[in-house]
């Protein structure tokens, strides 16, 4: 009599290590991001894996020089199995600044359940074009323990998403650093663009305080300031 061969009748599975990537990046016009990494691997499969990249991640089983995206990329069985295979991640080139989170590669094979790894990544804007313009001072109202600031916001081809204002009673005010928020206080404040007054309270009188504006595109890790040309 004839024999078919078998998978050996277990469960088929996919496994998928690690279930999410996260950090993806780079500035806009600069992409795709460096890459990551996954492991697929199947056992007692009926078929080969399939792995579907999402709309705006590819996936390959090259990396660096030689990444060479496949969608699908396919992963052929033998005797039932797949051993554990590397996949390489990144996030496309050309795409529009933003956040790309929560999109998932799926690994699949017909007759084991689908595996799913999810992408989180950001695509930054890059440092703003230019500073804002009118930036002046005014006294606040009795007793002078504050002080209103009034500006222009910045025009040009890229436009801050904020501003970080930084006061000091000498004139040594300290440009920020990309990559460092600075957190609102007596002397720090941040103002989301179309605001364009800010005031700053609790103030000594019969004090010269000095100020300086600094426009920033993105936020958190990614916060990127403008501190060259004429602040």
């Known amino acids: 009599s004839n024999t078919l061969p078998t998978s050996g009748g277990g469960t088929p599975t996919i496994t998928v290590n690690p279930e ?18 996954f492991t697929v691997q199947g056992s007692n499969l009926t078929a080969n894996i399939s792995i579907d ?20 990329l396919g992963l052929t069985q033998s005797g039932g199995s797949v051993s554990e295979t590397t996949i390489y991640v990144r996030l496309k080139a050309g795409l529009s600044a933003g956040n790309y989170n ?6 699949s094979s017909s007759s084991a359940p689908d595996k799913t790894v999810t992408c989180n990544g950001t695509v930054c804007k890059p440092e703003p074009s230019n500073h804002c313009s009118n ?15 009034s500006w222009t916001d910045a025009t040009g081809s890229v436009i801050p998403d904020g501003y970080l204002i930084k006061a000091a009673t000498n004139g040594n005010i300290d440009s920020p650093t990309d990559g460092t928020s600075e957190t609102d206080g007596t002397y720090v404040k941040n103002v ?3 605001v364009q007054t800010a005031t700053f309270s609790n103030l000594n009188s019969n004090t010269t305080y000095y100020f300086k ?6 936020s958190g890790t990614n916060i990127n300031y403008k501190t060259d040309g004429t602040i």
């Open 213 to 218: 504006i600094f426009p920033y595109t993105n």
């Open 192 to 194: 989301a663009a179309g």
């Open 53 to 72: 990249a999402p709309t705006d991640y590819e996936i390959s089983k090259t990396s660096g020089e030689s990444f060479s995206a496949e969608d699908p």
């Open 135 to 149: 930036f002046a001072a005014a006294n606040g109202t009795d007793p002078k323990s504050q002080i209103s600031l």
């Open 20 to 37: 999410t990537l996260s950090g993806f990046g780079y500035v806009f016009g600069s992409g795709p991001s460096s890459e990551k990494t």
């Open 102 to 107: 929560g999109e998932t590669i799926t690994a």
